[in-house]
T-cell receptor
């Protein structure tokens, strides 16, 4: 069956540290993968996209990697801040033009 | 003003009632989507539309129908609501290429008693 799995547990880290979130998928062949941030009571907001032929993408303090052999994407937030506390969702576009989302990882950055 | 709006924001209804959730966008995007979000299950695609005449079923379309009244408007209907349709519903838009990000509305919290 098709699955997209993100860190099953909530992630708590100290301010200033690097947060690393994982997204693993099975039985998909995504053309690309996206990461979104969702705050309580709000819709997701797009952060980064990485294509299947890209190994790494960066945007300010954010970095995403994509390993199609391992079927995994890693999302890093460096120098984390309390304002980074949110739920982070990965999403992939499979053949058929449908988006599939992971269940999300809740990140709390402790001051 | 918000680019993607949803009405109502909250709705409580009873089993068997017909419900319509509405989505409007001012982004000029051709593609629109309806998702539901449940705790532990994440966002799941219900229907999507690539233009006014192109509507497609998503992962979980049973019990739902949609109408694309114009490029800017995409409505989701529950013909006969049931309690397991209680969820947070999101509308989203994206540009035609599909490689760009989706822009989400603020969500509608629907409770079916």
């Amino acid at each position: 069956s098709q699955k997209i799995e993100q860190n099953s547990e909530a992630l708590n880290i100290q301010e200033g540290k690097t947060a690393t979130l994982t997204c693993n998928y099975t039985n998909y062949s995504p053309a690309y993968l996206q990461w979104y941030r969702q705050d309580p009571g709000r819709g997701p907001v797009f952060l980064l996209l990485i294509r299947e032929n890209e190994k790494e993408k960066r945007k300010e303090r954010l970095k995403v990697t994509f390993d199609t052999t391992l079927k995994q994407s890693l999302f890093h937030i460096t120098a984390s801040q309390p304002a980074d506390s949110a739920t982070y969702l990965c999403a992939l576009l499979n053949t058929g033009n449908q988006f599939y989302f992971g269940t999300g990882t809740s990140l709390t950055v402790i001051p | 003003d918000a680019d993607v709006t949803q009405t109502p924001r909250n709705r409580i209804t009873k089993t068997g009632k017909r419900i319509m959730l509405e989505c409007s966008q001012t982004k000029g995007h051709d593609r629109m989507y309806w998702y539901r979000q449940d705790p532990g299950l994440g966002l799941r695609l219900i229907y999507y539309s690539f233009d006014v005449k192109d509507i497609n079923k998503g992962e979980i379309s049973d019990g739902y129908s949609v109408s694309r009244q114009a490029q800017a408007k995409f409505s989701l209907s529950l013909e006969s609501a049931i309690p397991n349709q209680t969820a947070l519903y999101f509308c989203a838009t994206s540009v035609t290429s599909g490689f760009n990000e989706q822009f989400f509305g603020p969500g509608t919290r629907l409770t079916v008693l």
